[in-house]
């Protein structure tokens, strides 16, 4: 049976610039037999444009979970933290309230270092403030930490590369895989 999940976000969802069809969400559905991973993302968007697409976005029934990926943007038009973690907040709650199971993508370091310390600061309060409320996937390993692997990894130092997207994917796929058995089997 297929399991389907709803996956909003910003370019990093969509698979900017190659498209939906080349992002990690793609690697996952063609590697996994019965996950589908519907991409609802958006270019540009911020936590709280991505909340509003969450809310009028009609769901196929048999949507029953929903992965959230944003934060970069918000930090790149210097969005204060509270009022990220807030709009995250918010997409949890409204999640919830619908009984969907709610997975939140920590967002990825970058190849722009001066960043990093802002990204590093909001990946610790997403955990710290959501981790009993949601599932936290953490990708960050498929894409690496040192500078050198940042560098190589990106394509404009913010987008992965094409075949950083598949190591995402590849990555993701036993993550979210375990995550929809861990919550069958409860």
């Known amino acids: 049976?297929?399991?389907?999940?709803?996956?909003?976000?910003?370019?990093?969802i969509y698979g900017f610039p190659f498209g939906k069809e080349h992002s990690w969400l793609a690697k996952v559905n063609l590697l996994a037999q019965d996950v589908i991973l519907l991409n609802y993302?958006?270019?540009?968007?911020?936590?709280?444009d991505i909340l509003e697409t969450m809310k009028y976005t009609v769901l196929p029934e048999k949507v029953h979970r929903i992965i959230f990926l944003g934060g970069t943007n918000d930090l790149l038009q210097n969005r204060p933290l509270r009022v990220i973690l807030s709009?995250?907040?918010?997409?949890?709650?409204?999640?919830?309230?619908l009984h969907y199971d709610f997975g939140l993508v920590l967002p990825w370091l970058i190849a722009e270092n001066n960043i990093n310390e802002k990204v590093?600061?909001?990946?610790?309060?997403?955990?710290?403030?959501?981790?009993?409320?949601?599932?936290?996937?953490?990708?960050q390993a498929a894409i690496g930490l040192t500078q050198q692997e940042l560098s190589f990894n990106y394509w404009d130092g913010l987008h992965p590369t094409a075949h950083t997207y598949e190591k995402i994917g590849e990555y993701a796929k036993p993550l979210i895989e375990k995550w929809l058995d861990d919550r069958r089997n409860s």
């Open 1 to 12: 049976m297929k399991r389907y999940i709803a996956c909003f976000g910003d370019s990093l």
């Open 41 to 48: 993302g958006e270019c540009g968007t911020t936590c709280d």
């Open 87 to 97: 709009d995250v907040e918010k997409a949890i709650t409204w999640a919830t309230d």
């Open 120 to 139: 590093s600061n909001l990946r610790k309060q997403l955990v710290r403030q959501f981790g009993n409320n949601c599932h936290i996937f953490d990708f």
